[in-house]
């Protein structure tokens, strides 16, 4: 029995984008990170191998839940979540066209990111370590 394919990391791929986004709403740029990107794929393949789609993970747990057991100690955390779209493109498209996600995205507390792929389904997680 082959293993699963690991979720595809994408931060650095997308850290452009976002910041460009960001700067041009008069904010500063993100960094990614290593953490939120464990935390984040931990949940996209949580949601592909058990068949859900939602912010609470099959076990309960929540996106602080996520971040901490991944080893990311912060004081703001936020989680963008997508399923269908073909590309980095289409999510930002689509996350920027959502009050709540392009809040996320904008967010003054966010200074680090990550963004994952597992099959068609999409976890952006933003977080300020510490504070």
Known sequence: MAAPALAEDLGGAAQA???????????????????????????????VQNGFFSHTGSDGSGIGDRA???????????ENI???????DAVMSGW???TGHRRNILSEGARE???????DTWVMMLGRPGC
């Open 113 to 119: 990111f990550a963004l994952v792929r597992e099959r």
């Open 68 to 78: 901490r057991a991944a080893g990311y100690g912060f004081c703001f955390i936020a």
């Open 17 to 47: 984008q976002v910041n460009t986004l960001r700067a041009d709403a008069g904010l500063g740029p993100l960094s990614t990170s290593a953490a939120l990107s464990r935390a984040a794929a931990g949940h996209a393949q949580d949601m």
């Open 82 to 88: 997508a399923q269908g779209q073909p590309g980095i």
């Open 96 to 98: 920027m066209n959502s």
